[in-house]
């Protein structure tokens, strides 16, 4: 019930297109669920998140949308460029818990 | 703001060797989660900290691991004997009010036990 379960594992498209990655959640306390973006050698970073009381939270070409009552968010990238080529990870976390991370996607968008 | 310190940024190390990877969070900060990153596991939280007190240590692999908080700004993660599967990324990460707001990483730490 603790995981979040992400996909797909790997993602290649071309420059100006959709990136979609989606997750999975099971726990109803959820109730913050942030994306994080890792280039190589780096740190996660965080990049966007939402709270369960809207159902989509855009800032720039990023946007979440998030279905409550599926228990599904995702992330989608607009206009992709090959600088968004990264690993990107969904999480989520109970109020006061800790962040539960998804396995990763590592997105390659291709000039 | 400098964000999250760690160091050493890479570290080999031998087979039954102590290992002590360390971590500045960022000031006013007041809770502080140490993850390991492998290809295998994804980013595994390892224990966490709220107010230099450890919350939830469920995540420490055994007992060669252990994790100490000496006051708010300064913290340790320690593997004594290392071994070659302790072979990872190990990330420090801070955030003000644990679950309420996103976390900032650090840079970590590469550690090559062989």
């Known amino acids: 019930q603790q995981q979040v379960k992400q996909s797909p594992q790997s993602l290649i498209v071309q420059k100006g297109g959709i990136s979609i990655i989606n997750c999975a959640y099971e726990n109803t306390a959820f109730d913050y669920f942030p994306w994080y973006q890792q280039f190589p050698g780096k740190g996660p970073a965080l990049l966007i998140a939402i709270r369960p009381d809207v159902s989509e939270k855009k800032e720039g070409r990023f946007t979440i949308s998030f279905n409550k009552s599926a228990k599904q968010f995702s992330l989608h990238i607009m206009d992709s460029q090959p600088g968004d080529s990264a690993t990107y990870f969904c999480a989520a976390t109970p109020r006061g818990g800790k962040l539960i991370f998804g396995q990763g996607t590592e997105l390659s968008v291709k000039p | 703001d400098a964000g999250v310190i760690q160091s050493p940024r890479h570290e080999v190390t031998e087979m039954g060797q102590e290992v002590t990877l360390r971590c500045k969070p960022i000031?006013?900060?007041?809770?502080l989660f140490w993850y390991r990153q492998t290809m295998m596991r994804g980013l595994e939280l390892l224990i966490y900290f709220n107010n230099n007190v450890p919350i939830d240590d469920s995540g420490m692999p055994e007992d060669r691991f252990s994790a100490k908080m000496p006051n708010a700004s300064f913290s340790t993660l320690k593997i004594q004997p290392s071994e070659p599967r302790d072979s990872a990324v190990y990330f420090c990460?801070?955030?003000?009010?644990?679950?309420?707001?996103?976390?900032?990483f650090g840079s970590g730490t590469r550690l090559t036990v062989v």
């Open positions: 000031s006013g900060h007041n809770s």
């Open positions: 990460a801070s955030s003000f009010t644990a679950g309420r707001y996103g976390y900032t």
